[in-house]
T-cell receptor, first 111, second 112 residues
């Protein structure tokens, strides 16, 4: 599975959009980009995933560049409850299922 | 919420004793994972399973063994606990294909 690079920390003002970048320059054609977040010491929570096209759900939007070497997770209107560690993972569905996390980005939403 | 339960949720044990953590699912998902998380670190994969009796090592498997004798249970065993294994342990499950993983609430293990 391709490795990912994320900034260690970011701040965002409450009510503003939070844009979290992820670099995955060695991604293969069959690898998906997944985003999870972990609030306090809870178990990680799935947010969104995509292969090539941009994706949107009730939680966030995922923008993947045309060359697929990077992506951005967008929380459109960040709230204090979005303060968490956000993990970007790339994974192929055809492999044996190994799921490797990187260090993630700590997002601090400030009032 | 996905049907995934970890037990126990908290445990304190002495160095050198065996410890078994249990992950139980009611979703009939194929894949099951054990991670550990330490302060300042993300989640590190210990072992995972891709079917009954099918397991493989992750990034930090030394000192740990696993077993999966039935779909719903994935056991993590520390044969002889050490203080370096003090950590929070998370279990996760996932179905085949283009699917997301669901995580348990974690087990906080302290080895004294």
């Amino acid at each position: 599975d391709a490795k990912t690079t994320q900034p260690p920390s970011m701040d965002c003002a409450e009510g503003r959009a939070a844009n979290l970048p992820c670099n995955h320059s060695t991604i293969s054609g069959n690898e998906y980009v997944y985003w999870y977040r972990q609030i306090h010491s809870q178990g990680p929570q799935y947010i969104i995933h995509g292969l090539k096209n941009n994706e949107t759900n009730e939680m966030a939007s995922l923008i993947i560049t045309e060359d697929r070497k990077s992506s951005t997770l967008i929380l459109p209107h960040a709230t204090l409850r979005d303060t968490a560690v956000y993990y970007c993972i790339v994974r192929a569905t055809s492999n044996t299922g190994k799921l490797i996390f990187g260090q993630g980005t700590t997002l601090q939403v400030k009032p | 919420d996905a049907g995934i339960t970890q037990s126990p949720r908290h445990k304190v044990t002495e160095t050198g004793t065996p410890v078994t953590l249990r992950c139980h699912q009611t979703e009939n998902h194929r894949y099951m994972y054990w991670y550990r998380q330490d302060p300042g670190h993300g989640l590190r994969l210990i072992h995972y399973s891709y079917g009954v009796k099918d397991t493989d090592k992750g990034e930090v498997s030394d000192g740990y063994s696993v077993s999966r004798s039935k779909t719903e249970d994935f056991l993590l065993t520390l044969e002889s606990a050490t203080s370096s294994q003090t950590s929070v342990y998370f279990c996760a499950i996932r179905e085949t294909g283009d699917t997301e993983a669901f995580f348990g609430q974690g087990t906080r293990l302290t080895v004294v």
